[in-house]
Nanobody
């Protein structure tokens, strides 16, 4: 499985961005997640979605602002980010989990290269 994330960029606080992650291989059996890593910090969980899209889990810091969705027909998972804050600045990574879905980064077998999101104040 190969993952390619895109959609990052520079946005002002309060703005929005939509990240996309396209996967090769058997996408429909994979749980998907987004993680982020700011300079000098560990990679942290943002949101996860089950293989059918019926289950999601969000980090408290993004609840009500971020929305994950997926289109299995397009092998794509999306992260809609609204009301962005400077503390959302990070490299965002999409990841795939053959075991289902998880909030733990250790459960994800496949990782994309990441896309930079920068939120200015």
């Amino acid at each position: 499985v190969q993952l390619q994330a895109s959609g990052g960029g520079l946005v002002q606080a309060g703005g929005s961005l939509r990240l996309s992650c396209v996967a090769s291989g058997t996408f429909g059996i994979l749980g998907m997640g987004w993680f982020r890593q700011a300079p000098g910090t560990e990679r942290e969980f943002v949101v996860a979605i089950s293989k059918t899209g019926g289950l999601t889990s969000y980090a408290d810091s993004v609840k009500g602002r971020f929305t994950i969705s997926r289109e299995n027909a397009k092998n794509t998972v999306y992260l809609q980010m609204n009301s962005l804050k400077p503390e959302d600045t990070a490299v965002y990574y999409c990841a795939a989990d053959r075991g289902g879905w998880s909030i733990s980064r250790d459960d994800y077998e496949y990782w994309g290269k990441g896309t930079q999101v920068t939120v200015s104040s």
